[in-house]
């Protein structure tokens, strides 16, 4: 067992931006509780001056536990990276203790709030990752978050690359993330991997009216991860995670309900539309998959033009199964706002069976970034509580970062709405922007993102590709399925709570 004080966001300084008394209050408690190990995950000083890091040195000290210091954007603001090596100490490090190890890393972008953990430090982050793999609890800690955080108004998912270093622990089974930046506490569950932000533990900038904070983290010896987020006000909420393990489920009873997700077929005609592929897909999902539903999460055009309508209309008319579509951002371009409901339809709600089919439209004019809005969260929430059914909510932008692209935070809102669908404990959430496949359970809710099914400006190693989710009463399995090959690729098997009825 190991127990760990999480502090983040001190934010050092001379001016009245810094809370002095929470940030003794805090480290008092530290000391006098039972912890193992304290980690600070960064913006330690306010902007990285040297008076800032002499009185940081000198706060710091108060603490008498072994610490760990991230360095934040903050701290590395007027070239203060070099003053945290010379005051506090490595940017980048490891810690081994009793079963486990913890890799501390620099995502920091000199003079920028944005983070990242760039080509060769990422490289490392994998060697350490594979040099440690037989410890039994293996931490991250870097001062960015990985997934969007609520109650941060316009969500920039400021990691760039959050996907691939999502993607980067979970495959190597990484037990937690530590992080801070947004001054807002959280932990989510995303599979079997515990992401702990921690609020700010003695900064005045705190959110939504909320005090100072620091967590607690205790990794029990089967595994049990327990994090309290506590207040200065002594309020504390406590989640708890048990991993899954072993992963291997097989289905019982029969299939009901089959999924063919389908995303960026941007139908036009310029050469990177690869029509002869999405012909084929259309062919493969009537002859050989025959899936209950089809659901195209948008960017069927690649511009909102008239003539490119006209050519997707002929196409999906071909799919014999009831077919479900969102727009994407490329639909929404040019006329796309008049024709998409012209040719495809308004989007509305639909329940067949014991399942209700939500869409969500997240597209603005002219700009990739989508948002759902504080408006449309409320109708979102009030369709969710209102379905008492099994719950696929559809949208074109993602929600949880993806691999292989440049994460800009491209629902603009996605803390917010992450939350939403977390919270409503939502059964099935789709997606489609990125041009990549990707499937993650984050609390109860699993989510799936489709790769381009017939767009050739992809990011996708396994090609065009569309997703086949099947849904047995106790759980979902979802593949991705090669575009012109046909061949399937595992993207994940989850367990549903309790027994599911049919679509009929
Ligand atoms: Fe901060
Ligand atoms: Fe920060």
């Given amino acids: 067992m190991i127990r760990i004080a999480h502090i983040s966001d001190t934010h050092i300084t001379g001016e009245s931006a810094y809370k002095g008394y929470a940030y003794d209050l805090i480290a008092n408690e530290v000391n006098r509780l039972n912890f193992d190990l304290v980690i600070h995950t960064g913006d330690v000083t306010n902007n990285g001056l040297r008076e800032e890091y002499e009185r940081a040195e000198y706060?710091?000290?108060?603490?008498?536990?072994?610490?760990?210091?991230?360095?934040?954007?903050?701290?590395?603001?007027?070239?203060?990276?070099?003053?945290?090596?010379?005051?506090?100490?490595?940017?980048?490090?490891?810690?081994?203790?009793?079963?486990?190890?913890?890799?501390?890393?620099?995502s920091t972008i000199p003079d920028l709030s944005d983070g990242r953990i760039g080509k060769h430090k990422f490289r490392w982050l994998k060697k350490k990752l594979e040099e440690y793999s037989d410890r039994r609890i293996k931490i991250v800690a870097a001062h960015h978050?990985?997934?969007?955080?609520?109650?941060?108004?316009?969500?920039?998912?400021?990691?760039?690359?959050?996907?691939?270093?999502?993607?980067?622990?979970?495959?190597?089974?990484?037990?937690?993330?530590?992080?801070?930046?947004?001054?807002?506490?959280?932990?989510?569950?995303?599979?079997?991997?515990?992401?702990?932000?921690?609020?700010?533990?003695?900064?005045?900038?705190?959110?939504?009216?909320?005090?100072?904070?620091?967590?607690?983290?205790?990794?029990?010896?089967?595994g049990k991860v327990e994090v309290t987020i506590r207040r200065v006000t002594g309020d504390e909420v406590r989640v708890e995670h048990k991993p899954v393990k072993p992963k291997l489920f097989v289905p019982r009873g029969e299939r009901i309900l089959r999924i063919v997700q389908l995303s960026e077929s941007k139908v036009s005609d310029r050469v990177y539309f690869r029509k002869?592929?999405?012909?084929n897909v259309v062919n493969l999902i009537n002859n050989r998959l025959r899936p209950d539903i089809v659901i195209h999460n948008g960017d069927v055009v690649d511009m909102g033009i008239e003539r490119n309508f006209q050519r997707a209309l002929k196409l999906w008319r071909k799919i014999n199964a009831s077919k479900f579509v969102v727009p994407g951002h490329s639909d929404m371009t040019y006329l796309g706002y008049e024709l998409f409901p012209e040719y495809l339809g308004e989007p509305k709600p639909v329940e067949l069976g014991d399942f209700?089919?939500?869409?969500?439209?997240?597209?603005?004019?002219?700009?990739?970034?989508?948002?759902?809005?504080?408006?449309?969260?409320?109708?979102?929430?009030?369709?969710?509580?209102?379905?008492?059914?099994?719950r696929v909510v559809f949208m074109h932008h993602?929600?949880?970062?993806?691999?292989?692209?440049?994460?800009?935070?491209?629902?603009?809102?996605?803390?917010?709405?992450?939350?939403?669908?977390?919270?409503?404990?939502?059964?099935?959430?789709?997606?489609?922007?990125g041009g990549n496949a990707f499937a993650v359970k984050v609390e109860n809710t699993i989510i799936i993102n489709a790769g381009s099914v017939s767009w050739e400006l992809h990011r996708n190693p396994f090609g065009n590709s569309f997703n086949v989710i099947d849904v047995y009463p106790c759980m979902v399995i979802a593949f991705e399925v090669q575009a012109t090959w046909g061949s399937r690729r595992l993207l994940g098997v989850w367990k549903l709570k309790g027994p599911r009825g049919g679509v009929s």
Wanted: charged share 25%; hydrophobic share 35%.
């Fill in 59 to 106: 706060e710091l000290k108060k603490i008498q536990k072994p610490l760990i210091v991230v360095p934040g954007n903050h701290d590395v603001r007027n070239v203060g990276y070099e003053l945290f090596e010379d005051f506090i100490g490595e940017l980048n490090g490891v810690y081994e203790f009793k079963d486990g190890v913890l890799i501390w890393v620099d």
């Fill in 356 to 390: 209700t089919f939500i869409p969500v439209l997240t597209p603005q004019y002219e700009t990739e970034i989508g948002v759902v809005g504080r408006f449309g969260q409320r109708k979102l929430a009030k369709q969710l509580d209102e379905s008492g059914k099994f």
């Fill in 145 to 222: 978050h990985l997934v969007p955080l609520p109650n941060t108004g316009r969500e920039r998912n400021v990691l760039f690359n959050a996907g691939d270093v999502l993607d980067l622990l979970l495959r190597n089974d990484v037990t937690l993330y530590l992080c801070g930046h947004k001054h807002v506490p959280n932990v989510y569950r995303v599979e079997d991997l515990v992401v702990d932000n921690a609020g700010c533990t003695s900064c005045r900038k705190t959110r939504r009216g909320d005090v100072n904070s620091y967590n607690i983290v205790t990794i029990h010896d089967d």
């Fill in 276 to 279: 002869r592929v999405l012909e």
């Fill in 398 to 433: 993602n929600v949880v970062p993806i691999p292989r692209s440049r994460e800009r935070g491209f629902l603009e809102d996605a803390g917010d709405v992450l939350k939403l669908l977390t919270g409503k404990e939502t059964e099935l959430v789709l997606t489609g922007h």
